[in-house]
């Protein structure tokens, strides 16, 4: 995925990401401030990273009791977040998609999977998990309807490229690929693919590597 122009890195925004689950997961600890070599060892990575990132957000306010967690998770969220809500669908709602609606709307982000679309009929007309489903011929009359400015994709991997016309058509914004094959647009909409099966076995070879070493 091309960084935007005057973008803050992509590197940088998924750590920025990661900072904020950690600060909300101390908050609800009851933990008030932290220190950046604390974060930074929860993260695997050196303070100085985590300073640097702070500081690329304008965020400088480390007191000798560490960061304010509460004021950092703000911070945070005034960058990441969109001042108005962006809704997500998801396309294809067999046990991957139904896996992240769920996973994805008990977080209480503010993004949120509003709509899904598949093509089964015991699944289209339905709500599942309390989204309703449609089918994809509706797909671009529902994304203007509901306002939808991401999509996920978690289809069978055999009908992904079929989505890549429909999603410009819509006017989607940003795509979310959890298939195995990567999917291409054309510039101004922001694409993720995040293959789980190449993932997985780049940790499986570094687990090789790692036992081999070991022996």
């Not at 974060?39 to 303070?47: F, K, P, V, W």
């Not at 690329?56 to 703000?74: A, C, E, H, M, R």
């Amino acid at each position: 995925m091309a960084a935007l122009t005057n973008a803050i890195p992509e590197k940088t925004v998924e750590r920025l990401s990661e900072y904020r689950r950690t600060l909300l997961a101390c908050h609800k600890q009851g933990i008030s401030h932290i220190f950046s070599h604390v974060l930074a060892g929860i993260h695997g990575i050196t303070a100085v990273q985590v300073r640097r990132d702070l500081m690329l957000i304008g965020f400088s306010s480390d007191t000798k009791k560490g960061y304010d967690v509460q004021v950092l998770i703000n911070y945070i969220s005034n960058i990441l977040d969109s001042p108005t809500p962006m809704n997500v669908a998801v396309l294809g709602m067999g046990h991957l998609g139904q896996a992240i609606t769920k996973y994805f709307n008990s977080k209480g982000l503010k993004l949120r999977i509003t709509t899904a679309f598949d093509v089964d009929p015991q699944k289209v007309g339905h709500e599942i998990d309390g989204i309703p489903c449609f089918h994809m011929d509706q797909f671009e009359k529902a994304v203007e309807e509901r306002d939808i400015s991401i999509v996920v994709v978690s289809s069978p991997t055999n009908v992904a490229l079929d989505l890549v016309v429909p999603i410009i058509n819509a006017g989607i914004r940003g795509v979310l690929n959890f298939t195995s094959t990567p999917l291409n647009f054309p510039q101004g909409i922001i694409v993720e693919n995040y293959d789980i099966t190449t993932l997985l076995e780049k940790v499986a070879y570094f687990v090789k590597e790692s036992d081999s070493n070991n022996s």
